[in-house]
């Protein structure tokens, strides 16, 4: 009987350690997770800064026109578009912004990429 408690009370110590270690560890340290929401929420106000500079150049602004789109409304519904619908229209807001650059001349696709772009940006927001 003697010899049977101190192997028990050492196996319950054995089995009780790791336990105990395990529960104060964590997969990702406080600082990762703030640097990770900061470089999230820095991402995110980028691409709306981008968004702001597409709709203030003049370019868009004479097809919104010839599209018959109000660009202040546009304005107005992307200033009040979320995360996530900004990360959804990025793409397309590179590839009207490539269409832009890449030639002195507005060809009838960039027009409709700028137009469409527009419309959606009116429809997310209603």
Known sequence: MRRSLPVAVTALLFLALPAAGQAQQHAVSD????????????????ERAELRAFLARPEVRD????GGIDIVTAQAAAASLSADEVGRLSG???????????????????????????????????
């Open 92 to 126: 397309q807001l590179t590839q009207a912004e490539a269409a832009l650059t890449g030639g002195g001349n507005i060809v009838i696709s960039t027009t409709a990429i700028i137009i469409g772009l527009l419309i959606l940006i009116i429809i997310l927001v209603a």
């Open 31 to 46: 600082q990762t997770l703030d640097a990770i929401a900061m470089s999230h929420t820095s991402s995110v106000d980028a």
């Open 63 to 66: 097809i919104a026109e010839q």
